[in-house]
């Protein structure tokens, strides 16, 4: 069996590691974040996904689970080194790539015999080529040293089950051997009937930037939807049922709301955009930047109806936001549009009080201005206005009569449209749900 080392500890890269050891192969994971690595190696999961921490802790019991930070280490151990460093938004809404080659400058130099790179982080098309021209001219190996990549569409919440039963592998390659390599590491999941998909380095960049511009439409698509329900009068949820049926639509991702947010959909469609516009490909500028602004116009739309519902002003009004996750199962707060909302209140000179059933730490260490609460009550307690921002189940639990009682009026505004709304006005409550009469 081939040694993998794994370049990047985060949400991708830590749950891949586990993932393959837990596949059977000797792992070692390298970070240049020592805390996240010092935790990681103490069995404790620097962020919240779940399933994530018994994993790793059974894998390092194992022995098969191993971190360091040396890329000399990674560099001898491994046969195949997967890169999952981040990509974060950069200049002019372009990938910044600048992890990706400090990663890769650092570990050429250590790579002496025959040995495969393997890109998982999310890379704008062409970026795999240039990284295997420039590793090749450092690397002692050289032209023995093969790039490939293998795009990852793990959900996070359902990342290690993403990881462990894939609904599909994408493999871009420009050998036959690299391609033989990475069927040995995915033999599990292959001959549990995982369907593969080989193809040349370019298309598997480019499939990855596809499915989040595809999913980031839908999105965009129905809370369009929603805005011409809202000035017709019309119930964008019985319209988002009756579009699911037909099986051409479907009915996920057609949740009307907020938006999207986190690490990944909005910066990726912006740097998809940024790569259309180098390209000359007009007609993708302009879907993904029609897509972006409605994404965010969102986000203004519920400050609107929360400044609405407060009598035209924010100003002194204490409001209480339920969810600062950017989905629900996360605690990831990476551009997290319930966050964006509390950033505009507290603006207009709102207080505002949030709870949040795990993000409260990482929202706390980003917005450490913000009260955190930690109850629903607490957040609620003498509110002139609750909006419900991240659609947590524990939410839809919440019993509108005793809310009732802790808050000084009973209004709230359902961003994610799927609180039963009956059941909040038979308590008394005014509800505003985005797109719903
Ligand atoms: P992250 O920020 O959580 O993790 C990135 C990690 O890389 C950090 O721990 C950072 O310290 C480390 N790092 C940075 N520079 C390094 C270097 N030179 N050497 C070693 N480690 C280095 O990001 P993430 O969410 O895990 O995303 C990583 C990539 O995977 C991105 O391209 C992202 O778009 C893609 N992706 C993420 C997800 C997801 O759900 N989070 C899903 C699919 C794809």
Known sequence: MPRVTVIGTGYLGLTHAVCLADLGHEVLAIDVDAEKIAKAARGEAPFFEPGLEPLLRKNLDSGRLRFTMSFAEVGEFGDIHFLCVGTPEGESGRADL????????????????????????????????QLMNRMRAIAPAGGLLDVAWNPEFLREGFAVQDSLAPDRIVLGVA???????????????????????????????????????????????????????????????????????????????L??????????????????????????????????????????????????????????????????????????GSDDVRDSPSLAVCDQMVAEGATVSVHDPVAMPSAAAKRPDLRYAPSVSEAAEAADLVLHLTEWSDYRAIDPAALAGVVARRVIIDARCCLDADLWRNAGWTVHALGRP
């Open 175 to 253: 050998s036959d051997r690299a391609e033989a390599r990475l069927r040995q590491v995915y033999r599990a999941p292959l001959e549990a009937g995982t369907p593969l998909l080989v193809m040349d380095l370019e298309t598997a960049e480019l499939v990855k930037m596809a499915a989040n511009a595809f999913l980031a439409t839908k999105i965009s698509f129905i809370n369009a939807m929603a805005e011409i329900c809202e000035e017709a009068g019309g119930d964008v949820i019985a319209l988002a049922e009756a579009l699911g049926y037909d099986a051409r639509i479907g009915r996920r991702f």
């Open 255 to 328: 949740s009307p709301g907020l938006g999207y947010g986190g690490g990944c959909l909005p910066k990726d469609i912006r740097a998809f955009r940024a790569t259309a516009a180098e390209l000359g490909v007009s007609s993708l500028v302009s879907l993904l930047g029609t897509v972006d602004s409605i994404n965010l116009g969102r986000r203004d739309r519920v400050v609107a109806l929360a400044r609405q519902a407060a009598g035209g002003s924010l100003a002194g009004r204490r409001v209480a936001v339920l969810g600062v996750a950017f989905k629900p």
């Open 98 to 129: 600048s992890s990706v080659y400090a990663a890769a400058q650092a570990l050429a130099p250590h790579l002496a015999s025959p040995c495969l790179l393997v890109g998982k982080s999310t890379v704008p098309v062409g970026t795999a080529r």
